[in-house]
T-cell receptor, first 116, second 112 residues
Framework: DGGITQSPKYLFRKEGQNVTLSCEQN?????MYWYRQDPGQGLRLIYY???????QKGDIAEGYSVSREKKESFPLTVTSAQKNPTAFYLC???????????????FGEGSRLTVL | RKEVEQDPGPFNVPEGATVAFNCTYS??????FFWYRQDCRKEPKLLMS???SGNEDGRFTAQLNRASQYISLLIRDSKLSDSATYLC?????????????FGAGTQVVVTP
């Protein structure tokens, strides 16, 4: 079955450490996204990529980095520069970005990061 | 002011009843609109798109009011399985889905 796989589901990190969250999709989607969800707030876009080897900052990119070396993979690194990294991180993909599109984002199951 | 605002609820609904709630958006240039459903501690999933003429999918009806800048979702004959948080999503720029704006969600609790 096609879908998006995020790992790990739960992660604990000490302050000052970088951590990388994995996101892999086998839907053959061009566009991929990283969102952050905090209690009482809507999803906020961290980074998105419309095509391999290209990505753009979202609304809250500071303290994060991404790469898109393969169509299937879009890992997110939470660096020590991110002030409040404890959150639920969601990776998503869509058939393509913009244009004729159903507007459907397919989400992974999420990764819960807790900084101790 | 948030770009997309929703009443957080919870809306406590007896099984079999009807519940409706709105979502307001601030950008009049918004192009397309969606409702997503998110179960507790799970990922969001698309429930339905919202078209200008309004649309229905089974027990769910979505409507768009461009003049007043809000969309609505109505759930008829509520089931226990409808308990979830409903996210309003607005796209400002059709050229890029990176411009999607998510509301914080409206929680619906259907009780026996």
């Amino acid at each position: 079955d096609g879908g998006i796989t995020q790992s790990p589901k739960y992660l604990f990190r000490k302050e000052g450490q970088n951590v990388t969250l994995s996101c892999e999709q086998n839907l053959n989607h061009d566009a991929m996204y990283w969102y952050r969800q905090d209690p009482g707030q809507g999803l906020r876009l961290i980074y998105y990529s419309q095509i391999v080897n290209d990505f753009q900052k979202g609304d809250i990119a500071e303290g994060y980095s991404v790469s898109r070396e393969k169509k299937e993979s879009f890992p997110l690194t939470v660096t020590s520069a991110q002030k409040n990294p404890t959150a639920f991180y969601l990776c998503a993909s869509s058939i393509r970005s913009g244009g004729e599109n159903t507007g459907e984002l397919f989400f992974g199951e999420g990764s819960r990061l807790t900084v101790l | 002011r948030k770009e997309v605002e929703q009443d957080p609820g919870p809306f406590n609904v007896p099984e079999g009843a009807t519940v409706a709630f709105n979502c307001t958006y601030s950008n009049s240039a918004s192009q397309s609109f969606f409702w997503y459903r998110q179960d507790c501690r799970k990922e969001p999933k698309l429930l339905m798109s919202v078209y200008s003429s309004g649309n229905e999918d089974g027990r769910f009806t979505a409507q768009l009011n461009r003049a007043s800048q809000y969309i609505s979702l109505l759930i008829r004959d509520s089931k226990l399985s409808d308990s979830a948080t409903y996210l309003c999503v607005v796209n400002v720029d059709l050229g890029s889905w990176g411009k999607l704006q998510f509301g914080a969600g409206t929680q619906v609790v259907v009780t026996p």
